[in-house]
């Protein structure tokens, strides 16, 4: 009778064990989200300080911006971060514009009755993200 069992002879057994069983199901990996500096800091911005930012991303494009009235984070939309902001342009109509935000601090900015036509996310600001122009109003 055989005592001792060969190194070779033990691999074969245990491979040949693992044959049968099947691979144990990996999660799905979570994606990779790169940010800015810039994207966070429009979090941490006041309503005045924000209102300015929005304004000034809106005006760089040649679109005007006369009055920022609201805004809001919208959410998420690839790797970039979705506001939205209505504004009071020259002749007094307002216009809600949606601005994308991207990790290398790049700006898009859109009207937001395009965006739909795009098939992009609605310009609905997310609960609790809302701001205002951040100046005061006179009584």
Same mark, same amino acid.
């Not at 009778?1 to 060969?6: D, E, G, I, L, N």
């Not at 049968?20 to 994606?31: G, R, Y």
């Not at 919208?74 to 020259?90: F, I, L, Q």
């Not at 601090?105 to 609790?128: H, I, K």
């Given at each position: 009778?055989?005592?001792?069992?060969?190194p070779?002879?033990?691999?074969?057994?245990?491979?040949l064990? @693992?044959c049968?069983?099947?691979?144990? =199901?990996?999660?799905? =990996?979570?994606?990779? *989200?790169v *940010?800015?500096?810039?994207?966070?800091?429009?979090?941490?911005?006041? +309503?005045?300080? *924000?209102?300015?930012?929005?304004?000034? &991303?809106?005006? !760089?494009?040649?679109?005007?911006?006369?009055?920022?009235?609201?805004?809001?984070f919208?959410? =998420?939309?690839?790797?970039? /971060?979705?506001?939205?902001?209505?504004?009071? /342009?020259?002749r007094? !109509?307002?216009? /809600?514009?949606?601005?994308?935000?991207? !990790?290398? /601090?790049?700006?898009?900015? *859109?009207?937001?009755? +395009? %965006?739909?036509? !795009?098939?992009?996310? @609605?310009? %609905? &600001?997310?609960?609790?993200?809302?701001?205002?122009?951040?100046? &005061?109003?006179?009584?």
């Open positions: 009778m055989m005592r001792f069992v060969t070779t002879l033990l691999i074969a057994i245990v491979s064990g @693992a049968d069983k099947p691979a144990a =199901p990996t999660a799905k =990996p979570e994606p990779i *989200r *940010r800015s500096a810039g994207q966070d800091q429009l979090f941490k911005l006041d +309503d005045l300080n *924000r209102a300015i930012a929005l304004k000034r &991303a809106i005006s !760089a494009t040649g679109s005007q911006c006369k009055r920022l009235i609201s805004s809001g919208v959410g =998420p939309y690839k790797n970039m /971060d979705m506001w939205t902001a209505r504004c009071e /342009d020259s007094s !109509a307002e216009r /809600d514009w949606a601005i994308f935000v991207g !990790a290398n /601090d790049s700006v898009q900015v *859109r009207l937001c009755q +395009d %965006t739909v036509v !795009a098939g992009l996310p @609605a310009c %609905t &600001a997310r609960a609790g993200t809302e701001g205002g122009s951040g100046v &005061a109003k006179k009584k």
